[in-house]
Antibody, heavy 123, light 111 residues
Framework: QVQLQQWGAGLLKPSETLSLTCAVY????????WSWIRQPPGKGLEWIGE???????NYNPSLKSRVTISVDTSKNQFSLKLSSVTAADTAVYYC?????????????????WGQGTLVTVSS | QSVLTQPPSVSGAPGQRVTISCTGS?????????VHWYQQLPGTAPKLLIY???NRPSGVPDRFSGSKSGTSASLAITGLQAEDEADYYC???????????FGTGTKVTVL
């Protein structure tokens, strides 16, 4: 059974770079796409981007200019960097498994999810 | 940006049936992209409830069912139980945005 465990800094100042990492345990890493999703306090979910084991990425156009997702296949880990953060980036950030091998985005869901990391941006 | 619209809240007594709608457009649900549903209990990560419009993952009770028609989808919960009190989100893909998209979320309250 696949499990995702994530970690990273929880308190940032405006203009700093958010950095989170997600490790995948107990299942295949190759072939799948792996995503980051965020949820501001009391609000809904927003997809940030995805990466596969080859390093191919897709980003939400609304965040693309500030987002970098990378992968370390030797450790079965993938990471998120979001630059120039503001208070609007305060949210719980989740990692999740996305597209299965051969699947298209239009038919893909997120399962399982990491436990979530609250990132607060405050001066 | 939530391009899928859900009612903010629905409620029902134990044992009743409730439905949650998810309304999209011709660039997402109406384009033929699948709809998936998630349950989020307070303080926890979302959990996949329905995938591919109407399929239940192993372990999800058959009280939960999904359907899709045109530019909308629905989640039905029959035999409502206290443990079903949670937030529910639909999810699809939008070709205009080139992005996965989520619904606005619906809070289910068991009276």
């Amino acid at each position: 059974q696949v499990q995702l465990q994530q970690w990273g800094a929880g308190l940032l100042k405006p203009s700093e770079t958010l950095s989170l990492t997600c490790a995948v345990y107990g299942g295949s890493f190759s072939g799948y796409y792996w995503s980051w999703i965020r949820q501001p306090p009391g609000k809904g979910l927003e997809w940030i981007g995805e990466i596969n084991h080859s390093g191919s990425t897709n980003y939400n156009p609304s965040l693309k200019s500030r987002v970098t997702i990378s992968v370390d296949t030797s450790k079965n880990q993938f990471s998120l960097k979001l630059s120039s953060v503001t208070a609007a980036d305060t949210a719980v950030y989740y990692c999740a498994r996305a597209r299965a091998p051969g699947a298209v985005a239009g038919k893909s869901w997120f399962d399982p999810w990491g436990q979530g990391t609250l990132v607060t941006v405050s001066s | 940006q939530s391009v899928l619209t859900q009612p903010p809240s629905v409620s029902g007594a134990p044992g009743q049936r409730v439905t949650i709608s998810c309304t999209g457009s011709s660039s997402n649900i109406g384009a033929g992209y699948d709809v998936h549903w998630y349950q989020q209990l307070p303080g926890t990560a979302p959990k996949l409830l329905i995938y591919g419009n109407s399929n239940r993952p192993s372990g999800v009770p058959d009280r939960f069912s999904g359907s899709k028609s045109g530019t909308s989808a629905s989640l039905a919960i029959t035999g409502l139980q206290a443990e079903d009190e949670a937030d529910y989100y639909c999810q699809s893909y939008d070709s205009s945005l080139s992005s996965y998209v989520f619904g606005t979320g619906t809070k289910v309250t068991v009276l």
